[in-house]
């Protein structure tokens, strides 16, 4: 039998097969080892042992293309197997990072005693972090904090749990709730224990696109780069064995809305909505908390959801302007009594339901572009008003998509249609709103191909 022919040779750098990820970790464990112990020019040695080992494994094997199996110290210094199927890689401590810092210590993989407290604007802020970095997406890479570029990674680095866990150990680190119960800094969960490498995933819930609550927002690590955009709930595939959780260590738990029609305060014993108010630092431009979505819950209650197309968010804007200021009016106040900033005495009335609610809007009054409409129905100066976002949403039929599909094609995004726009919502459509969102230099969420009030108003400007 010919001897086999050995190359020297790096292994491709995000090569998901099993080969080249156990060449990485191996390599990755020879270039650790200090200079004075024989460290760095030893790579290229036990490179080429590597290749060898790894040539004569598949040779015994029959050349099936078996790959050794590499054992490393695993927690506590006992001696575990690492499994190429788990999509994440192992449970492991922090890593040095890619610039070759010390690495971190740690406690050890999977043990929530170690969690630390935080609250979900932490969590969120951490998230952006990554995603202002584009962080490109590797099972077998770490970025600089770290943790591992990989989705179990990205929320293990959300959470600040100073480990590195995969799709099969982070729910130790948090409790299960429902989808009602979901707050930003959440996650959505999806575990193949029969196989991990099929469809495991794992997302941070971001909050809810709008009211309908059939999307959300994600922050996800995922192939290329770290992202933010609007999903459908769970996800897009496996969609009902997506889990909800909570993060153990999240301070403050649960903060509910309103309880729906029907529904007694507190249902299950979840805690009391706080009435204190939050003060006046946390509305008004640039705000970004989970008070502004509360009031808009509260306000979208009192009878002011016309002002909310595109539904309640965190981010302050001037629909919750409009709607305060509505709620302030419908008290009788004026002037800078009803500026459309929440103060003491407003937010008193909305949590404790007193004062008058927001009227409708009067008979003969002007309908804005923006506000819901009957299909059809036309805004000023006779262009089309905007029929609502649930509209807009796979398997709905509506004159407005065909209007919408039109419009596409005049300003020149109509590429994706092969047969003509039509009134079923359909990918097409979608992929036409999201090139004249990005047209408008929008990102992310701001262009999920979704048109909201804004998006409809320029396209038909």
Known sequence: MPMPAFEEYEPAGDCPCQGCAHRRRALARARAIPLRDGGHPAVRGARRALVLATAAGVVLGGGGGAAVAVTAPGPGGAVSQDDPGQPQGGRAPLHGGKKGLPAKPAGLPGAPSAVKRTDRAAIINRAKLWLDAQVPYSMAEYWTDGYRQDCSGYVSMAWNLGTNEWTGSLDKFATRITKDELLPGDMLLFHNPADPNKGSHVVLF??????????????????????????????????AKY??????????????????????????????????????????????????????????????????????????????????????????????????????????L???????????????????????????????????????????????????????????????????????????????????????????????????????????????A
């Not at 002011?304 to 709620?327: I, L």
């Not at 003969?364 to 129905?377: C, M």
């Not at 029929?387 to 949403?393: I, N, Y």
């Open 350 to 460: 909305l949590t404790q339901h007193q004062g008058k609610d927001i009227p409708p809007t009067p008979v003969g009054t002007p309908t804005p572009v923006g506000t819901p409409t009957p299909g059809g129905a036309l805004g000023p100066a006779g262009k089309p008003a905007f029929p609502g976002t649930a509209t807009f949403r796979p398997g709905v039929s509506h004159p407005s998509i065909t209007a919408l599909g039109r419009q596409l094609v005049k300003k020149g995004f109509g590429k994706n249609y092969t047969s003509g726009p039509g009134p079923r919502w359909g990918e097409a459509d979608r992929r036409g709103v999201e090139a004249f969102q990005r047209a408008q230099g929008w990102r992310g969420a701001e262009a999920n191909g979704y048109p909201g009030p804004e998006t409809w108003r320029r396209l038909f």
């Open 206 to 239: 971001g909050g809810w696109v709008d009211e309908t609550r059939t999307h959300y927002v994600t922050y996800e690590q995922t192939r290329p780069t770290t992202r933010r955009q609007a999903t459908p709930y769970g996800y897009w595939n496996n969609a």
């Open 243 to 348: 889990i909800p959780y909570r993060f153990i260590g999240v301070a403050g738990g649960a903060v509910p809305g309103p309880p729906a029609a029907g529904e007694p305060p507190n249902p299950g014993g979840s805690p009391a909505v706080p009435t204190a108010f939050p003060g006046a630092s946390k509305f008004g431009p640039g705000a970004d908390n989970v008070h502004i979505a509360r009031l808009g819950r509260m306000l979208v209650d009192r009878g002011g959801s016309r002002f909310y197309p595109k539904g309640v968010g965190t981010q302050w804007t001037d629909a919750a302007r409009q709607a305060t200021e509505a709620f302030q009016r419908a008290q009788g106040w004026t002037g800078a009594d009803a500026d459309g900033v929440p103060g003491a005495y407003t937010w008193r």
